[in-house]
Nanobody
Framework: QVQLVESGGGLVQAGGSLRLSCAAS????????MGWYRQAPGKQRELVAG???????IYADSVKGRFTISRDDAKNTVYLQMNSLKPEDTAVYYC???????????????WGQGTQVTVSS
């Protein structure tokens, strides 16, 4: 099993910043793609940002220019720097990590417990 520990959520005012962290632990040799998803009340879970093992990134249009995803492979950790936060960013944020299967033919997805981000107006 792989465990993901998320931290950094909290309550901030509009325009503020937060930095989310997600550290993976367990038995594995490498990590492929990593990303952050969020789910707001009454809405579907959506991809916020993703980063590949080579460093390529993708962002939801709603967060481009405000959020930055990064990874530290030495620490098996992915980060999400969130600046200029808006009330519509309020959601539970989930870390997702893709780890190669033991056979090497496909990946397994692992999810964090989620961390609450609340942005007040």
């Amino acid at each position: 099993q792989v465990q993901l520990v998320e931290s950094g959520g909290g309550l901030v005012q509009a325009g503020g910043s937060l930095r989310l962290s997600c550290a993976a632990s367990g038995t594995f040799f490498s990590i492929n793609d990593m990303g952050w998803y969020r789910q707001a009340p009454g809405k579907q879970r959506e991809l916020v940002a993703g980063i590949t093992s080579s460093g390529s990134t993708i962002y939801a249009d709603s967060v481009k220019g405000r959020f930055t995803i990064s990874r530290d492979d030495a620490k098996n950790t992915v980060y999400l720097q969130m600046n200029s936060l808006k009330p519509e960013d309020t959601a539970v944020y989930y870390c997702n990590v893709q780890i190669p299967h033991e056979l090497g033919y496909w990946e397994n997805d692992y999810w964090g417990q989620g961390t609450q981000v609340t942005v007040s107006s």
